[in-house]
């Protein structure tokens, strides 16, 4: 947000000096200025024509969006009662009851799944994890784990 909005003062700028679009980009893609952080070349004309235009404001327009009602309290605490009660039900079964998309389902389910796990198990599991996949490394093919 903050670079995007440097971008927009420095092609205001521009436009003051009277440079044309063409001339501003390689000025923005330079490795001095912005390099791959810069906006894309549609985004320089288009702010380019607004402030050739007479626009004054180099903050982006407030646009209506719609409200995300899908991961409300209550559809978590939907989703988690209904898990609670059977952890085997399916994302489809779950979606079907609560008339919730999969999608949201399933982000609600992994990210309650993953905040449970304790951080020190978290870690214990993913060290344990490098550890074999080490072994693996080191031997090639030929690794077996037997449990």
């Known amino acids: 947000m903050q670079r995007s909005l440097e ?4 092609i205001k700028f521009c436009v ?3 440079k044309s ?3 501003t980009i390689p000025m923005l893609v330079s490795k001095k200025a912005f390099g791959v952080d810069c906006l894309s070349d549609r985004q320089i004309f288009r702010w380019h024509k607004a402030f050739a235009e ?3 404001d180099v903050n982006d327009e407030n646009r209506a969006r719609r409200p995300s009602t899908s991961s409300s309290d209550d559809n978590v605490k939907s ?3 209904l898990l609670n009660t059977d952890h085997r039900l399916s994302v489809r079964l779950i ?3 609560l008339d919730i998309t999969k999608t949201v389902i399933h982000e609600i389910a992994c990210t309650d799944a993953l905040k449970a796990i304790p951080e020190n198990d978290y870690r214990a599991a993913f060290d344990a994890w490098k550890t074999r996949w080490n072994r693996w490394l080191d031997a090639g093919v030929m690794y077996f784990e037997s449990f």
């Open 7 to 10: 971008q927009r003062m420095a």
């Open 16 to 18: 003051k000096l009277e």
């Open 21 to 23: 679009a063409a001339e």
């Open 54 to 56: 007479g626009r004054e």
């Open 79 to 81: 989703v988690r009662d």
């Open 95 to 97: 979606s079907e009851t």
